[in-house]
C-alpha cells in the first residue's frame, strides 16, 4: 500500500531523476560531444540549474543536494560514481562515456552514498502517540523484557528486543510501529545490506537490477546507471539506429498520444526505423510453447518457467541454482526482435526501449551481446523526446507496423506470457494440460520457486515477473500502472489477429 | 462541477501530470464535485519552463503540483 502510494505521486525523487536526464541529454544534444573539456564544464552546471535556490531543500545544505545531483549526472551519463576528489575530479572518466558504445558493467542499480539517509532497518520503535497507560500491555506482552518507561512514554531496549512483534498488537494507540527500510522491503532477492556507516548498500552478486529499490526510496539514494547518452551519440554519428519497444509502451506518453504518434517521435529522434518487441513475444510463444512441450511430456519434467523477465530469471540462477534447468532460457522477446532486425539488416545497431533496468544486465549476458547494443528506459526517452522538445501530439499518425499479434502485446501484464503459452500449446498440443502459476514480485516468485521445489505446487507453467503487475509496473515507466494495464489490454484487443500463431511473419 | 483541465502534451505529462491526473481520478473526497478535462497542450502554455500547467476553472496553474492543484480545488469550492 505504501509502496503503491510513493510511486503513483509526482515526488521531489521523481522531479530531480527526470531533470538530470533532461539535463544529459541536453549536454549531448547541444555541445560537441568531441570536445572533451567542454562537456566537462557543461557538466558541473547540472548540479546548479538543478538546484538553484539559495537554501537547501531537503538537506543539510545545497553543496550537498548539489553533490548529490553531481552522482546522478554520472550514473546518467554511464560512469561510476564519483565517491569523493581522492581519486580526482567530479569529472573523472567524462571522456570514456563520450563515445558511441555503452559502458559495460554488470553493476547497474546503485546507492549513491551521500544520499542515504541510514534509516532504521528491522526495528521495533514506540512513537509518541504513547500515553504511557496505567495498563500498559507492551510491557506485559513482552517475552525479553525489553520496555522501560521514561517521564513521557514507553522505550524499547533494542539489545534485548527480538522482533516478536507481540506489542504492536497490544497497544491500544497503536503507537508501536515496525520499521524496515523502504528499499529492502522492495527487495525481492535480500540483496540490500548495510556499510560500516549504516547506510545501504547492494550486493551485486544478489541484486538482479529489477530497480524497485530505486522507486522505494523516498530520499531518491538509489538510482540506475544510463546508455541514453551513448545513444544519443550514435544518433548524432549516424549510425543505422532501430528502437525495439517493449509492449508497455502504450500510454506511457500521455493517455491523448496514439502508438502511432509515439513511433513517428521515435523516428524523429533519429531512428530508422521502430518495431514492437511483442513481434518478439509471439516467436517466444511459438518457440517456447513447443519447448515447454518438450520438456513436460517427452523429459519429464514436472514444471518449467517463463524466460522474458530477466530478473526472475537471474533470481532463479542466483537463489535456486538447482532450478534453473526448470527455466527456459531460448531468446527472450527483446533478442527475437534485434534478431529479426540484424537478419535484415546486419549493421543495424539495436536498442531496446523499455520499461526494465533490469534488460540492461540481459543485454550484457554473452548470448545477448552482439543482438542488443542498448537500453534505455520509456522515461530516458521521454527525457531525450523533451530535451529535443518534441511534442507527440503534433507527430503524424503515421501506419503502425502491425508486426505483433494481441497475445504477444500482452505480454506486458501479469499473467500474459502464461495466456499466450496456454492458447498456443490447446491449439498446437490438444493432449497436454497447461495449469498456470504466476507470480507478479520478486518476493512471491521466490515463494512460488520454494513450493515448486517442495512439490506442493499442481502447475506446470510457471510465470514470474519482478515488478508489480507485471512489465507495466517496472522502474522506468511513466504513466501509473493500473492505467497502463487497461491500455494494454485495449490495444491487444484491438489487434489484427490474437493468437501468436497467427503473426504471418512467425515460421 | 469545476472543471479541472489537465495537459498531457509530453512535457506536462513527463513533470508530474500524469501522476496529478490519475490523483484527481481516484479521488474520491471531490468525486462528484470537478470535471476532470484531458487537454493535448494546451497553446504551449509550459514554454519557458512553467510545465506541468493545469486550469482550474479559469485560473491557470503553472509549474502544478499535487499539493498546489488540490489547494485551489479545495479554494475554489468554497
Known sequence: MNDFL????????????????????????NNDYKDVSKIKLEVLKIPFKIINKENATYRCCVHKERAIVAERVRLALGLPLWEGALKGPVTTGIGTAL?????????????????????????????DNCKKCLAHPCSLVCPVDAFSFTEEQAVINQENCIKCRRCLNACPYNSI???????SAACGVKAIGSDNE????????????CGMCITACPFGAIAAKSESVQVLISLKEKRPMYAIIAPSFIGQFGPLVTQEQIISGIKKIGFRDVVEVAYGADFTTVTEGKLWYKKIYGQGKKYIGTSCCPAWVDMTKKMFPKLSGNILDSHTPMVATAKYIKDKTPDAVVCFIGPCTAKKSESLRPEVIEYVDFVITFEELAAILIAMDIELAEMDKTELHAHASGSGRNYAVSGGVANAFKEYINKFYPDAEVII???????ECAGMLRQAESGSLRANLLEGMACPGGCA????????????SKKIDKFAKESEYYPAAENPEID | MLKVNICSGTQCAFKGNLEILEYLQEDSIFKNKIKVVIKNCMDKACRDDKAPVVIIGDEKIFNATLDKVLKLIEEKLK
Do not use: M, W
Request: net charge positive; aromatic share 4%; glycine share 4%.
Open chain 1, 6 to 29: 510513493v510511486r503513483g505521486l509526482y515526488t521531489d525523487v521523481v522531479d530531480i531523476r527526470r531533470k538530470v536526464f533532461i539535463e544529459t541529454a541536453k549536454l549531448i544534444l
Open chain 1, 99 to 127: 563515445k558511441h558504445e555503452k559502458i559495460r558493467t554488470e553493476e547497474i542499480v546503485k546507492v549513491i552514498p551521500e544520499a542515504c539517509e541510514k534509516c532504521e532497518d528491522n526495528i521495533i520503535r514506540v512513537t
Open chain 1, 177 to 183: 510501529i515496525y520499521q524496515k527500510r523502504p528499499c
Open chain 1, 198 to 209: 549504516n547506510r545501504a548498500v547492494i550486493n551485486h552478486e544478489k541484486c538482479v537490477n
Open chain 1, 437 to 443: 502459476e504466476k507470480r507478479d514480485s520478486l518476493k
Open chain 1, 473 to 484: 509496473g517496472g522502474a522506468g515507466v511513466l504513466a501509473p500502472i493500473k492505467y497502463t
